[in-house]
């Protein structure tokens, strides 16, 4: 995979937070397009530090980022905050507008589509999530796992080149969790999952990284860096009780 | 917590009224109410005729009298005052049932009164006809400094979040044997809505956060275009233009 045409690529990312506390040191990685990652850490590993360069939010104090070829940086944001679309943890942080139609329209018409176009890029993206038919709800009455689901919409009614989820699985039901990866898995989308539910990253993507202490300390197969015990335990990722990484088959 | 899909001020229907463009029926409201403000309080039947008109919008929209007067009984505790007025006013007085009350006053009452109702009436009758989202929307249009609409669209948005958060916060007081009877308990009260505060605010920064992300640059993207055709613009004014007509008759007679 070459850097040219890979869907994301950070090199050499620090950053030092204005009171002087350092989140990353020096970050390196590169996410072809397609592929389905995790980003594995434990709490303060810096992993919503790094989400936040990925669309210009933050600026790095050094280092670069890249979103397919194309360089974050303050004169191209828009482009960059249409191709990175990042799906934040509470929904209802996500979820601004008074109706479904409206916040899944929001991002294409803040780009400046208009009429019939913005009409089809909101039901396709509805569709996609399957949530068609609730368009006209207002976000607050639909239950959680819905709203996770519109969530996802109003960031793939950009047409993103990379879709960035911080903790998609928090707080839903097996069910809920079920239909989210059904949903992903059928997405034609670069996928960067930030998580530390591991057997979901397991499940969701064929590709690991291990970010702690604001560098990024293993990339590889997610089972291989699951299975790894020394690993694991040195930065803080505990495998939920019972849960067997070697048990589960995930070439399917 | 929100009933249903709409608010609960909105009745749902199709009706003439309930299609015209919001911006329109909020503009016959505003010209309705500055119409009716002006006429003078002595031309009595002037206000009968405004009353009228309004009932045969409310007929138009198919709104039923008992859902229009029950909407109206907000209206009761802004006019309290009014009902004072005849009792304290000074001047001329006379003898209403045995009772002296001034004549000033009366009329005082009487203005508040009646013009309050009929405001009041053409309200609730905007609001059961036209959807929350669509009077937004509709204030766009009409050129309302954008910050503010954003804000009450956010509002809207957020009421119930943030009623649920309170709620939650409540039930987690009481769950450790806090009552909230007496001023002793105050201190802890306002300590919550502090609390309460601080959490909306953290809020306000992390939704501004997901605006940007999805490219929003300081103003709302325009998602629906409402336009009115001078058919409708005709259709909504001809409540406040036959008002003003019953309101220059009100001055010359």
Partial sequence: MDA???????????????????????????????????????????????????????????GSVTVAGLPVAREHLAEIRRRV?????????????????????????????????????VEKALGQVGMAEYVDRPPHHLSFGQRR????????????????????????????????????????????????????ALEMCPRALVLSEGVIVADGPTAELLCDEGLMRAHRLELPFGFDPRSVDTRS | MGAGHAHRLYRHGHSPVHRLPPHCKLAAVLCFVVVVVSTPREAMWAFALYAV??????????????????????????????????FVAQGERVEVMGVSLSVSGL?????????????????????????????????????LPPLLVQIASFMIRYGDVITDEMRRMRIARESRGFDSRGIRQWGVLGKSAGALFIRSYER???????????????????????????????????????ALAVCLLGWTL
């Fill in chain 2, 204 to 242: 306000g920064e992390r939704v501004h956060l997901a605006m940007m992300s999805r490219g929003y640059a300081g103003s709302m993207p325009v998602i629906d275009e409402v336009t009115a055709s001078r058919a409708q613009w005709a259709r909504a004014l001809a409540l406040p233009l036959s």
């Fill in chain 2, 53 to 86: 008109l309004l009932g045969a919008v409310a007929g138009v929209a198919r709104i039923p009298a008992g859902f229009l007067l029950k909407r109206m009984l907000i209206e009761v505790p802004f006019v309290a005052f009014a009902v004072l007025m005849p």
């Fill in chain 1, 85 to 121: 679309g990042i799906v934040f943890q509470d929904p209802d942080d996500q979820l601004f507008m008074p109706s479904v139609r409206e916040d899944v329209a929001f991002g294409p018409a803040a780009s400046g589509l208009r009429g019939p176009e913005l009409e089809a890029r």
């Fill in chain 1, 149 to 200: 689901r519109v969530a996802v919409a109003t960031v793939l009614a950009m047409e993103p080149e990379i879709l960035v989820l911080d903790e998609p699985s928090s707080n839903l039901d097996p069910a809920s969790r079920r239909e989210l990866a059904e949903i992903l898995r059928s997405l034609d989308v670069t996928v960067l999952m930030v998580t530390h539910d591991l057997p979901y």
């Fill in chain 1, 4 to 62: 040219v045409t890979a869907s994301l690529d950070v090199s050499g990312l620090a950053y030092a937070y204005p009171d002087g506390h350092q989140a990353l040191f020096g970050v390196d990685l590169v996410i072809g397009r397609g592929e389905r990652v995790a980003l594995l850490g434990p709490n303060g590993a810096g992993k919503t530090t790094l989400v936040l360069h990925l669309n210009g939010i933050l600026t790095a104090g050094s």
């Fill in chain 2, 107 to 143: 009329w005082g009452a009487w203005n508040v009164l009646a013009k309050g109702t009929l405001g009041v009436a053409a309200s609730v009758i905007l609001a059961s006809t036209t959807e929350l989202r669509e009077l937004l929307l509709g204030l766009q249009r009409l050129k």
